[in-house]
């Protein structure tokens, strides 16, 4: 702070010479100032030339800039032109200072507490006295009304608005009264004077007992003005830019030099009213907050009227969202984040993550969300479809419509066999890159799956045939929204016939796939034959077993699949129609032999009971046999050959 003092003290000194100075040194004649002008620096060693080793009787009187009226209790230092401190001393009651110096020069610095009221170069040649005049003006105002009359019996007040901070550092104070340092009354032509007022800002306060007014003057010098009082009762209504009413918004109303003069609440019909005011300017600037935001910045002129209707910097936002080809997304999510953090109203930063949620609603049929009366600034639109599909920033400055361009697409994928035919019964799984499952389905008779509303992702498709699967591979929707699949997939045509040729309707097959490590079968099928006998499918690679049943005809055929296959089938009787007829027959068969067995022993005994009666005959000729026995012999052959019917009845 010592090195940084020292240098700022050699720079006020080296412009002040540079420049020829004007300025009456307190006690120094022109001869005086001719012999100043000779000690301009041009080295450490040619700061002192004479009466080095002696040293002068200066006095130091510290008075306000006419030199007229003297600061006592000033903190009184004195530096040389390297910056180091020479002494440091308070003004007297008659702001004097009196101190033994070495010949050479020199820079005087006043100040009041931290506050820099004033510094000059001096030239110390010979004793003497040196004024040193501060930064003290006079100010002078009058106060008129709106026809010029003066304003007599009026209040003055004076507040300094400086609070002094470090030896040349200070702030200006523009949101509070600052310190009171004069209060005085207006005489018969309306003026007040302040003696003394240090340079800086100050407030004016102005009031005749029920109307008060503050003005913002900034003083550099003696200062008169007049200042024209009209009184007046300010309305200030806040609407939206819909024309809603602002309610619940703090109002501020500044001064040209940007100092609160004003401040309130807007009612819940957005008005604020300050009664008994004394308009010091023509000119006021309106600015309103909502919560932090600045929602309002705009002059009003008091020449113009009292009551001002104030438009907030408040805008309607119509966000479309629209897919990847630019359709409308009805029914989808849109979430509006506030992306503004406020240190100060004026003091702000766009917040990188989401910010707090403001609003939210649905599309409509048109794909359109509609936010009214929103703040300016900046806003994250967040579009929802089952997750995230876009995201964008907006700096809403006035009322716009936004373009999201969401991340959602068609999607067309059609299934084909290696011959080009559509594949419809193949069932389709979709999963997205995060492995889930997407969707689930068949394709429709031209072999086609069309997806609306698909994120762009890269999605892994799995086709499966009866459980096993025929393709699998990754769709990269970024790239295109139309892929045609060809599958290892053929069909298989077969027509079933009878033994002579004709085709069997509507008959009954049972297709079967081998496992490919033994006689298992992975699954079976069961189809009808057309009117025509024919049956086409198209299936994956592999071998198959077809039968076919139709009455009593049968047939099968093993078929090794690895291209398009047809053949015709012929069906016999079945092995079991033979079983059948075999069991059925054979009891009637043997019933048949026997029975012909029977027909076949008949003319034997009538050829035996013949032969017997002869004989018979021969013996009773010949008397061998008596008449009793040959007659009861005689009757009983013949009637056995009459039971057999081999004999005529005599």
Not at 143 to 166: M, N, S, W
Not at 289 to 314: A, K
Not at 614 to 640: H, I, P, T, W
Request: hydrophobic fraction near 40%; charge should be negative.
């Amino acid at each position: 702070m010592r090195n940084k003092l020292r240098t700022v003290l050699s720079l006020v000194f080296l412009v002040i010479l540079s420049a020829g100075l004007t300025l009456k040194l307190g006690g120094f004649s022109p001869t005086q100032k001719a012999t100043l002008e000779a000690y301009i620096p041009t080295g450490r060693s040619a700061l002192v030339r004479q009466n080095e080793g002696s040293k002068f009787n200066v006095t130091l009187w510290i008075t306000d800039w006419d030199g007229t009226i003297p600061f006592g209790n000033l903190n009184v230092t004195v530096y040389d032109l390297s910056g180091e401190q020479i002494v440091s001393e308070l003004s007297d009651e008659l702001g004097y200072v009196s101190l033994k110096m070495d010949p050479g020069s020199y820079i005087v610095l006043v100040m009041t507490g931290n506050r820099t009221v004033g510094y000059q170069a001096i030239n110390v040649s010979r004793s003497g006295v040196f004024n040193i005049r501060t930064w003290a003006y006079d100010l002078n105002l009058t106060l008129t009304d709106e026809y010029d009359r003066p304003l007599k019996g009026h209040v003055v007040f004076l507040f300094d608005q400086i609070a002094p901070q470090a030896p040349g550092e200070y702030l200006v104070i523009t949101e509070r009264v600052g310190r009171l340092v004069g209060k005085a009354g207006t005489d018969m032509n309306g003026t007040v004077r302040f003696f003394g007022v240090w340079n800086g800002t100050y407030r004016i306060r102005v009031t005749d007992g029920e109307s008060v007014g503050d003005y913002v003057l900034s003083i550099h010098g003696p200062t008169s003005t007049t200042l024209k009082c009209i009184k007046v009762d300010l309305t200030l209504s806040l609407i939206s830019g819909s024309g809603s009413p602002v309610g619940n918004a703090t109002v501020q109303v500044r001064g040209g030099m940007g100092h609160l003069l004003l401040e309130g609440k807007t009612d819940e019909d957005g008005r604020v009213e300050y009664k008994n005011l004394y308009a010091l300017e023509d000119v006021y600037y309106v600015s309103a907050q909502y919560g932090p935001r600045l929602i309002t910045h705009e002059p009003i002129n008091i020449t113009e009227g009292w009551d001002f209707t104030i438009t907030c910097w408040s805008y309607n936002l119509t966000v479309k969202c629209v897919d990847q080809e630019g359709d409308p997304l009805p029914n989808h999510f849109v979430f509006l984040h506030d992306q503004l953090i406020f240190f100060t109203p004026t003091n702000f930063t766009v917040n990188n993550e989401t910010g707090p949620l403001v609003n939210w609603t649905r599309t409509d049929e048109d794909g359109l969300a509609f936010f009214e009366d929103l703040w300016n600034g900046t806003y994250r639109v967040r579009v929802m479809g089952g997750e995230l599909i876009g995201v964008v920033d907006v700096n809403l400055q006035e009322s716009t419509t936004l373009v999201v361009k969401c991340n959602k697409t068609y999607l067309v994928l059609r299934f084909i066999t290696e011959l080009g035919e559509p594949l419809r019964n193949v069932t389709i799984s979709m999963y997205n890159s995060g492995g889930h499952l997407t969707f689930r389905g068949s394709p429709d008779p031209d072999g086609y799956i069309k997806l609306d509303g698909v994120y762009l992702d890269n999605y892994t498709v799995v086709a499966e045939m009866f459980e096993r699967e025929v393709w699998s591979g990754i769709i990269n929707v970024y790239k295109s929204r139309v892929w045609e699949i060809r599958c290892p997939v053929f069909t298989l045509t077969l027509q079933f016939v009878d033994p002579f040729g004709n085709p069997l309707p509507r008959a009954r097959v049972i297709l079967s796939k081998r496992m490919t490590y033994g006689a298992h079968l992975s699954f079976t099928l069961e189809l009808k034959t057309d009117d025509n006998g024919y049956i086409s499918y198209s299936l994956p690679s592999g071998v198959y077993e077809i039968s076919c049943s139709y009455g009593i005809y049968y047939g099968s055929i093993v078929v090794t699949l690895d291209s398009e296959y047809f053949s015709v089938i012929k069906c016999n009787p079945h092995m079991s129609f033979w079983l059948m007829v075999a069991f059925v027959s054979f009891p009637l068969v043997i019933f048949t032999l026997i029975l012909e067995r029977q027909k076949l022993k008949k003319p034997f005994k009538i050829r035996k009971y013949r032969n017997v009666l002869l004989k018979l005959e021969s013996m009773y000729e010949n008397g061998l046999v008596d008449y009793q026995l040959y007659r009861k012999l005689r009757e009983e052959y013949e009637a056995k050959l009459m039971e057999l019917g081999g004999r005529e009845v005599r």
